[in-house]
């Protein structure tokens, strides 16, 4: 009796089997993410892929948190007006964020950032190796090969800070910014 019910069960699922390879019908795998990303988009539009977006569409690595893509910077950082006003916004965003933090302040050109931040009144700890470590790492977070990045908590340079990030919206190019940012810096770190 055994016998009987094991060999009808694998007739029925050969003969399902065998139906599904005479029909031409591709098995339907189980979605997975690496099979949905792995799949190369073509550009002959038929009834099966049409209703796919293009992959070319879809974001990428060079998204910036809130899904607003952005020119990859590489190396370099920020070399447009247009990317840098893009990667500041969302980046005192990031900043504004921490607990410890009421305002920030950020310009970068190139691959040269400077942040000034104001406190939240209940925070008495200062600028610490703790602080510049996670404000490089939202630093990071937005925008890769930015590789010096100077903090400040010092209020007269949060303002120029916010004054050189209003001259960004009618600057041409970041060069016009570059040597106030370097005098900044030197503020910053005491090298003037």
């Known amino acids: 009796m ?16 065998l139906t599904g390879c005479a029909t031409g ?50 190396v370099e950082g920020v070399t447009t007006v247009n990317d840098a006003r893009k990667a500041i916004e969302q980046i005192e965003d990031e900043l504004e964020r921490l607990s410890e933090v009421e305002d920030a302040q950020v310009i970068i050109v ?6 000034a931040l104001k406190f939240d009144s209940q925070y008495k ?22 590789n010096v990045i100077e903090v400040t908590d010092d209020a007269g340079l949060l303002d120029e800070l916010d004054k050189l990030g209003d001259r960004l919206d009618g600057a041409a ?5 570059q040597s106030e940012l370097d005098t900044i810096i030197r503020k910053i770190t005491g090298k003037v």
């Open 173 to 177: 190019d970041m060069s016009e910014l």
């Open 110 to 115: 190139g691959n040269t950032a400077a942040v």
């Open 25 to 74: 019908a591709e098995p339907n795998p189980s979605p997975s993410p690496s099979a949905t990303v792995s799949q190369a988009p073509t550009n002959t539009p038929d009834a099966t892929n049409s209703a796919m977006p293009n992959m070319g569409d879809m974001p990428d690595a060079s998204t910036i948190p809130g899904g607003e893509p952005m020119a990859s910077p590489a």
């Open 2 to 17: 055994k016998r009987t019910l094991y060999g009808t069960c694998l007739l029925a699922a050969t003969a399902l089997l």
């Open 125 to 146: 700890g200062g600028i610490d190796d703790r602080l510049r470590e996670i404000i490089k790492e939202r630093v990071n977070g937005v925008l890769t090969g930015v």
